[in-house]
């Protein structure tokens, strides 16, 4: 059956404080779409039933968030390879047969702003990442897919930048949280994507002194929009990235595939979606 006004959502526990309604909102408002891309609150223990639900309630699909999206991949019917590679689902199609696609697009979104804010960073040098959870994995997946050779993972608790090392495929290293300040040296990129700098945590603690002045520092935490890190890297000189740039990147193949249209990051967009 086909429905003529198309639908899509946010599946999250909790989900009010989501940017994505807001964001898919002006897209369809920009291009004059007569559909909807509601917030849905589910419980992890309903999210089977919600997913397998999808086709018969019309909708063209969803976007996953905490904390569904590992739980996600072993609930559709198809996983898209960097899903897997990433080991989490953040995109979900609906297909003509009713079927489930799932992919995760924050290795793109990651890569696409990017390549957007910052288009001079060179692929060839060494990073350094703060961090080993699932945001971690994501933007590893996509450096390597762009051609990173040398990644260096510094996490507090060490076994975990440990595992990650191994189990993506690429030069990638643990390093000693003790030593992230030295790991800065040579490198070309560096990325928190740990949660320190959010508000209501405590800052990055980091001395930037041996990090080159030409190398690009991106947080993916855009609460704040600039952190203690990229006050701190703005301030020496360096290039620096916010992370609101990766949540609309990685929204514009959902958009697309749902809605058929593909949607365009702006500054319009930005300022919308910060606005309270
Ligand atoms: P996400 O999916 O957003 O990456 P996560 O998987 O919970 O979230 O990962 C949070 C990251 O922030 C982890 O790397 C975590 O370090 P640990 O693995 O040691 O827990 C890091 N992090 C959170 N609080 C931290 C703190 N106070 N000091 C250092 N790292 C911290």
């Known amino acids: 059956m086909t429905f ?9 526990w909790p989900v009010e404080h989501s940017l994505s309604p807001k964001l898919h909102g002006f897209w369809l408002g920009q291009m004059a779409i007569k559909g909807y891309y509601l917030p849905l609150m589910v419980q992890p223990t309903e999210l089977a039933r919600a997913l397998w639900s999808l086709p018969a309630l019309g909708f063209r699909g969803v976007n996953i968030t905490v904390p569904h999206k590992e739980h996600a991949i072993h609930l559709v019917d198809e996983v898209a390879p960097i899903a897997h590679k990433i080991g989490a689902v953040n995109t979900i199609t609906v297909k003509k047969d009713g079927s489930l696609h799932g992919t995760n697009t924050d290795a793109f979104g990651f890569i696409e702003n990017l390549n957007a804010c910052a288009p001079g960073w060179e692929v060839g040098r060494p990073v350094l990442v703060i961090g080993a959870g699932g945001a971690a994995r994501a933007v590893c997946v996509g450096l390597l897919e762009a051609g990173a050779t ?86 020496r000189g360096n290039t620096v990235v916010d992370g609101l740039g990766m949540l609309l990147y990685q929204a514009q193949p959902g958009f697309r595939s749902w809605f058929g249209k593909k949607p365009e990051v702006t500054s319009g967009l930005r300022a919308h979606v910060i606005t309270e």
């Open 150 to 235: 040398e990644i260096r993972i510094c996490n507090r608790t060490r076994s975990k930048s440990e595992r990650l090392a191994r189990e993506i495929e690429g030069n990638c290293i643990a390093v000693d949280w003790t030593d992230r300040s030295a790991a800065c040296e040579d490198v070309g990129l560096l990325v928190n994507t740990s949660s320190l700098g959010m508000r209501g945590a405590e800052p990055l603690s980091i001395d930037l002194a041996r990090l080159p002045k030409d190398a690009v520092v991106s947080d993916i935490v855009y609460v704040p929009l600039e952190t203690p890190l990229l006050v701190a890297a703005k301030l």
């Open 4 to 12: 003529s006004v198309p639908l899509a959502g946010v599946m999250g």
